[in-house]
Every structure is written in structure tokens, then in C-alpha cells.
């Protein structure tokens, strides 16, 4: 059976045989050190899995230490302000009046766009160790409620690897609505790959919006990689993403990031032409596309589980990328999404410049939202 080559943006520094896949564990932003860098070789030949090409993958999503947690999760304030309620509740919690001050926490968190369904499995799981005895305190009920929300996160969305599969190239399609940071979360994409010297194809399949080819052209120029454009009378994009597969395959590319027109999740013909997009991939290679990434701009709180859950149904997803995560008071929707759905959050955007893609730590998001108390 053939082995599988992943790429990990968690934090464990070590990797995991799996009978269909070799994962590659890599450390959290915050606990990399500088000698741990090196500068790969880019490799000239498809190799299934060769440690090459598996080194360089490996090391594709790490990030300098230095101000990455707070750079990553500094739009958590304003969702944080959001729940400052919360902290209420934790300081003067009081057992005899447990049960309204529960209605209460399942209320803040709703209001943060928790969801309804999601609040609720939280909040159950505190009360029902308030009733046991458990729980006695508010700094208990603090960690406890940090814990549920975590313990949700890893189980319903552990799985952040790139999963790329034995055989290159590996190909990641990018889909969403409009506005959502598609073409820049591409762009970064592509920086982190070609960065690491992984030799990287961007294709052009948003031939729908004026100018998609022109603003995907000016990332591809920030980190000097190749973009595969339609060519003359082939603009339909399902046309577009199987002939950039094929020249990947051709020209010996190691992975190919594939863009999507912007669409409403709404529109059933649209995404009818997407899932065109996806079986075209797969025509011309098996098992492809090996990654299914919807990106959510995170400022739409919970009007994102809709988007989720309709794109998931049509090109079944793999994961999510969070955008503008900087600039939202509604991050606890995301939370409500892996609830629902299972799927993982793989990265997080949270600027304009290359380097503004994050990997998703769910540990330091929820400590994002429900920091310790300032000691006095």
C-alpha cells in the first residue's frame, strides 16, 4: 500500500507511521528554535514519498518564533470583549445560584456565535460536573469551560495535516464565496511551498471574475512561482484545472494550488460548476484533489456554518481556512463549524502581507478567548 506524505501545522516535532499515510508532526510556532531552520534543496525528480521531497514538505508550515501567537490570534480581542461577561460569571460565581449563572454563560456564548447547538454541548458538560460536585469554584468552571471547548476542537477537528498523497503532484482546491480571501489565501499558499524550495503551480480557475488571472499573477510574482492560465477558447475553468494538473504532472511540479471562482452557496448552478471543477481534477489524476480547503472570512460569524455546510455537500471538504480573523468580534463561530461538521481548521489569515498565514493551534485560540486572570 502506498505510503501517504503529510504535512502537519500542529505541534508535535516527531513523526507517526499510519498504515496509509506517513504524517510529519511539526512544532508549534512558539516553541521552534532558530537552529532548527536549514535551507532545503529544491528537488528535480517525482519521487513517491522520497525522504526529499518528505523533508521539504515537512517543514513547509513552520513559523519563526518570535510574536507569531500573538500576530496570529490578536483579532481574539474583540471576540474576547465580546465574552467579557463571562469573566463576570467566573468572579462571582456562587453554587447556590449555579443553574441561572449557566443560563447565563450559555447566553454569552451564543452571543459570541457560538451557535445554539454548540453553547449548549458545552455548558451540559459543565453542569453536569456542578451537579457531581466536581466543580466548586469559578477558576474551576474557567478551566473547565476552556477544557469542553478544546476537548471540541481536537475531537471534532484534530486532523490539521496537509495530506498530499504518495504520488506527486500533490493538488489543493481552494473554494468559497465571494470576498473571502480565496486568491490571497493562495497566494500565501504558495509563498510558504515555494519558500521551502517546493516547486509550486498555481492555476487560474477563476475565469469568471475580471482580472482573477491578473491578481493571482501578482501573488505568483511575490514569491516567483508559475500560474497556469486558460488558454485561447478553453476559459471554462473545469478545462483550466485539468490541464494545469496535467502540465504539473509534465513538468514535474510538486504541488499544485488550484483557484475557484467566487460563488454563493445559495446558487445551485454555480455549485454544480464547482463540483464539475473537482471531478475534472480527478479525471486527469486519480485521487485528486488530495486537499479541499473552503476558506471563511471570519467576520461573518455564524452565516459560515451555512456556507460550510453547503460546500461540504457539494465537493466534500477536507478543511478550512479562517480569514480576517484579525478584525472580527464573532470568532466563536469557527468552533460552532468544527462542532457541526467535523472539519478542521488548517490555517488562519490574519493580514495582507505573505507571511500573514498562520497554522491553526485550537490550544493557544482558546486561550485567545479565555486568558488566566491578570495576577495582582
Known sequence: MALGRCIDSAAVGHQHMHSHCV??????????????FHQPRRSQQVCAAGPGLIQKLSRVLREKAQGDLDRVFSGASKTRERLGVVEELFTYWSLEYA???LEELEEALITADFGP??????????RSKVKQGELKTGE???GELKQSILNLLHTRGGNTDLQLGAEQPGVILVVGVNGGGKTTTIGKLAHKFDSEGVKVLLAAGDTFRAAAAEQLQLWADRSGVTVHTAARGKARPDNVLYEAVGRAIKEEYEVVVCDTSGRLHTNASLME???KCKRAIGKRLANAPHETLLVLDGTT???MLNQARQFNETVKLTGIVLTKLDGTARGGAVVSVVDELGLPVKFVGVGETVEDLQPFNAADFVEALFPAPAQT
Do not use: C, F, M, S
Open 99 to 101: 443553574d441561572d449563572t
Open 301 to 303: 460569524g455564524l452565516n
Open 140 to 142: 474551576q468552571i474557567r
Open 117 to 126: 447547538k454548540t453553547a449548549l454541548k458545552v455548558v451540559d458538560v459543565i
Open 23 to 36: 504524517i510529519y508532526r511539526l512544532p508549534a510556532p512558539h516553541r521552534l528554535r532558530p537552529q532548527q
Open 273 to 275: 460548476e464547482l463540483a
